[in-house]
């Protein structure tokens, strides 16, 4: 037996999976799926199949021929759930799952009409990385093996189903719709996808399309609307985009995530609607993707720097090409902000800061952080400070030609890099970003003339005139780098100036409330309480939280609000801020 995926039950003697053939009817009354999933493996062989579940009520497998196979369901196990072990007569290379999900499957979410824009009809939404797609499919959920699909998903007749996947047609029958999908490219199991509401689109250009609520929609494609000169960028610089169409999909503002790389089909955050394109580097993010990530996959959470750090150094050059070296260095000043704030959280878990991680017992979520990010560009970065732009990006295109529609390991990154940058790896000290906590001294910093005089501004209360230029990124770095001991009062002059209570733009909001509720300021609780009540992001739950909870103050109040609010965020999200609460 080997089991090289430390969250998933796949043993790598067993046959792997080739396709999938799903079907589900979604059931808003019970908030289950009711689903068969039939695996076809890449070969027949006899013996036991160990496929990954969680809370999945298994009621029967059959081979291809519906023929009953036995099974054995084990008992849940904390982070990895329920082992599905089907023993598999010889010949046989096709089984067929009958089962229903649970209303507390980890990866759904199910929100009730008065949570959506529209207000009239309930929506449901799957998250699947890192390791949540076994809550909605029995299957080998690691990401080394890539399955092809075919789905279709029976929903009520006044939504529309949308999945991180080709359309192939609609069918109505009676009151329900049936919407048919198949994903003809191979992809890790986290990154199947799907939402259903009341859902409308909106052609951006001629590879992408926005989906929103109608509500949404408007405000959403206006936004978006730079999505094709981003995408081009992105091919000038990374290669032919493997995808054939990058649509956008704005859920409900409960979504955990900033944006989610759903193949096809980019979910992202409503409070990236600004009202200005100041926070579509989230949508460079999930676009870079494409070729890092989905193209190219980490092997598994332990690996996660692949996927994450080399997405964030792609969507620094994209916006780069298209805004100019200046906002790709305040957008690296914000990551380094975000970095040093984590490796001050993970303080007492050193060997989680480094890129190279060790998971076994730790659950993915929790181990989640900012330093795969910025530790994994800034290690990026040096190596092409050492060997120049040009033989940097010649290095990226052959990696991602050398793995793409693979899975790698970082041991394997190491060797691939010592073969084609020979040298690289000794001269920026890869072993203190890669097996070492902490960031290492050598680290490149961002430098820019606007970050200077930001630096500069730093704990003033600056005049309108001198600050009549900042972008909203500049306002988040003056508000994060206030001092700690800033007085009240400066909070009251600073918000009788520049109105930050009332910012649309949720990044400088959070920054500043944050700031506000840490220096004693009151008039941030009320703001901070409405907003918590509002938005599901955990980039903004786990600091607001998180601040609200340390202080002797508002201790109560966090944990009131969450009490109040803790049902309308995503399960993972839920889980992600009862750990802060319970630390507090
Ligand atoms: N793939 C991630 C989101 C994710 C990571 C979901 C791990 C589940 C487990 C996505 O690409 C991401 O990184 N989103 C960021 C965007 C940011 C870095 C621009 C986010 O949500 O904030
Ligand atoms: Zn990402």
Redesign the pocket.
């Known amino acids: 037996m080997a089991r090289p995926d430390p969250h998933s039950y796949n043993d790598s003697t067993q046959p792997e999976t080739e396709t999938l053939d799903w079907k589900a009817r979604v059931d808003f009354r019970t908030h289950r799926l009711h689903a068969e999933a039939t695996l076809t493996l890449k070969e027949a062989s006899a013996g036991p199949l160990d496929l990954d579940t969680r809370d999945l009520e298994i009621l029967r497998v059959v081979d291809g021929n519906g023929r009953p196979l036995p099974y054995m369901l084990a008992p849940p196990e904390p982070i990895l759930g329920s082992r599905l072990r089907v023993e598999l007569p010889s010949g046989v290379r096709q089984l067929t799952v009958h089962y229903r999900t649970s209303p507390t499957a980890s990866a759904l979410q199910w929100l009730t009409p008065s949570q959506t824009a529209g207000g009239q009809h309930p929506f449901l939404y799957s998250?699947c990385?890192?390791i949540h797609a076994r809550s909605v499919v029995p299957l080998q959920d690691t990401p080394r093996i890539r399955i092809r699909y075919r789905a279709s998903l029976r929903v009520p007749k006044a939504l529309k189903a949308v999945m991180a996947a080709s359309f192939v047609r609609r069918e109505e029958h009676g009151v329900e719709a049936e919407e048919h999908y198949e994903m003809p490219q191979p992809v890790p199991p986290y990154l199947l996808a799907f939402a259903v509401g009341s859902l409308a689109p909106k052609e951006l250009g001629p590879r992408s399309r926005v989906w929103a609520e109608p509500e949404l929609l408007e405000d959403a494609a206006e936004e978006f609307s730079g999505v094709d000169d981003m995408l081009r960028a992105a091919e000038s610089l990374f290669g032919p985009y493997d995808w054939e169409r990058f649509d956008l999909l704005t859920m409900p503002p409960s979504f955990p995530?900033?944006?989610?790389?759903n193949p096809r089909l980019t979910f992202l955050?409503p409070t990236l609607i600004a009202g200005d394109k100041s926070l579509v580097?989230?949508v460079a993010?999930?676009l870079a993707?494409s070729w890092t990530?989905n193209l190219v996959t980490n092997a598994s959470a332990e690996h996660?720097w692949l996927?994450?750090g080399f997405?964030?150094f792609a969507?620094r050059r994209i916006l780069e090409a298209l805004a100019g070296p200046e906002v790709a260095a305040l957008n690296a000043a914000l990551g380094r902000r975000a970095l040093d704030e984590a490796l001050h959280h993970f303080r007492e878990h050193p060997h989680l800061t480094a890129l190279r991680t060790h998971l076994t017992g730790v659950d993915?979520?929790e181990a989640?952080s900012q330093i795969p990010?910025e530790k994994g560009y800034l290690f990026l970065r040096a190596m092409e400070d050492a060997v120049g732009r040009e033989a940097f990006d010649g290095f990226l295109r052959r990696y991602l030609a050398t793995y793409r529609f693979r899975a790698l390991t970082t041991e394997e990154f190491i060797a691939f890099t010592e073969r084609e940058l020979p040298g690289v790896l000794a001269k920026v000290d890869a072993e203190a970003y890669l097996q070492r906590p902490g960031v290492p001294a050598s680290a490149p910093s961002p430098r820019s003339s606007r970050l200077e005089a930001l630096q500069r501004a730093r704990g003033t209360v600056p005049s309108v005139e001198a600050a009549k230029d900042w972008t909203p990124a500049e306002w988040q770095l003056f508000l994060e780098w206030m001092p700690s001991d800033a007085p009240r009062d400066l909070f009251r002059q600073l918000d009788e100036r520049f109105a930050f209570t009332r910012s649309r733009n949720s990044e400088v909001l959070v920054a500043w409330l944050v700031a506000a509720l840490r220096a004693g300021w009151g008039p941030a609780v009320g703001r901070t309480e409405a907003f918590l009540g509002e938005v599901g992001?955990m980039?903004y739950l786990k600091p607001l939280y998180g601040v609200l909870a340390a202080s002797r103050e508002h201790r109560a109040l966090a944990r009131s609000l969450f009490k109040q609010y803790g049902e309308r965020y995503h399960p993972?999200a839920r889980q992600g801020v009862e750990l802060i609460l319970s630390r507090a």
């Not at 995530?257 to 790389?261: A, I, R, V």
Request: net charge negative.
């Open positions: 998250q990385q890192a995530y900033g944006g989610m790389e955050t580097n989230v993010h999930e993707h990530g996660f996927n994450e997405t964030v969507e993915p979520d989640f990010y992001r980039k993972i």
